[in-house]
């Protein structure tokens, strides 16, 4: 199984500002901004909450309330109203599907979701983030691989429930690709399935953080044990040098990549991360009631 953490969400150059953490501790992934969308900031809900007030509210742009929104990956049950036949998708394309593909991203590859988020208070009628608290890298969901789809290669009649995404919209590149979620999650060939393949994790929880407490610099990783090289060849991929790693005794260091969307790891190599994920789907227990 390939794992791939994969970057989405509002950051400081995709919408403006991170996400946030709600005082109840809900984590609440903004979907970055796409003027080819049919959907609306307000039109959307992410874990219980208006999208549309939190991106006004927070980028201090109230216009924005009704600017539209590429919401992708798409694994929130109740973001918008659902097609009875509606699982969890994610789109890509260009360079970051080039990479995935490369990789041989397939079907039961497991792409974990992470964002830059802030915690958050509510004064005033509005959301604004917390001045004493820094930004950090945050997993918020998880999509596991049912099935691949070229979307230039798709029949017209082809997958009606899914034709509201935006790759079927917006994008047109020559590999314009949509991922479909499995319904089940399953974590190795041995494991039964732990829930569904698709979802977003609802409320903070430590081991989803990725950046280093103590840092006020959200690159700044601290990883388990488990992500640490065995070569510098099997690394994360965009994580090849070794000045960006540095072994602990229970953790590992990593100066993370400023720039792209999609980092894959072959489970084959790291023995020890299977054990990982099926603790961090233990752990955090809260996830979206509908799951």
Not at 25 to 30: K, Q
Not at 254 to 259: F, G, K, P, Q, Y
Request: aromatic fraction near 12%.
């Amino acid at each position: 199984m390939r794992l791939i953490l994969s970057r989405k969400g509002f950051d400081s150059s995709a919408g403006g500002c991170p996400s946030p953490i709600l005082p109840d501790g809900r984590l609440c992934s903004l979907p970055i901004p796409d003027k080819q969308s049919p959907w609306r900031y307000c039109d959307i809900t992410v874990n219980g909450e208006n999208a549309g007030k939190l991106v006004a509210d927070l980028t201090g742009e109230a216009k924005r309330y009704d600017h539209f929104a590429h919401i992708d990956p798409d694994v929130y049950c109740k973001a918008l109203k659902r097609d009875n036949n509606w699982r969890g998708l994610f789109g890509q394309d260009g360079t970051a599907q080039a990479h995935l593909r490369n990789q041989g991203v397939t079907i039961g590859d497991l792409f974990l979701f992470f964002g830059l988020f802030r915690p958050v208070e509510y004064a005033d009628n509005r959301w604004q983030f917390v001045r004493s608290a820094p930004a950090r890298h945050v997993i918020w969901g998880w999509l596991q691989v049912g099935a691949i789809h070229s979307v230039t290669e798709l029949r017209s009649s082809a997958l009606p429930w899914a034709r509201y995404h935006p790759h079927f919209s917006g994008e047109s590149g020559p590999l314009n690709t949509l991922y479909e979620a499995k319904q089940a999650l399953s974590l190795s060939t041995e494991s039964q399935p732990t829930g569904k393949g698709y979802g977003i994790f609802s409320h903070y929880h430590p081991a989803l953080q990725l950046s280093a407490q103590e840092s006020h610099k959200p690159s700044q990783w601290r990883l388990p044990r488990a992500f640490y090289p065995p070569s510098m060849q099997a690394a994360l991929t965009y994580h090849q040098k070794p000045e960006r790693w540095r072994l602990e005794e229970n953790h590992c260091r990593l100066d993370s990549a400023a720039r792209g969307q999609e980092f894959v790891i072959d489970t084959h190599n790291y023995p020890d991360l299977t054990p990982w994920l099926e603790s961090l789907f233990n752990q955090t227990e809260k996830r979206d009631a509908d799951f």
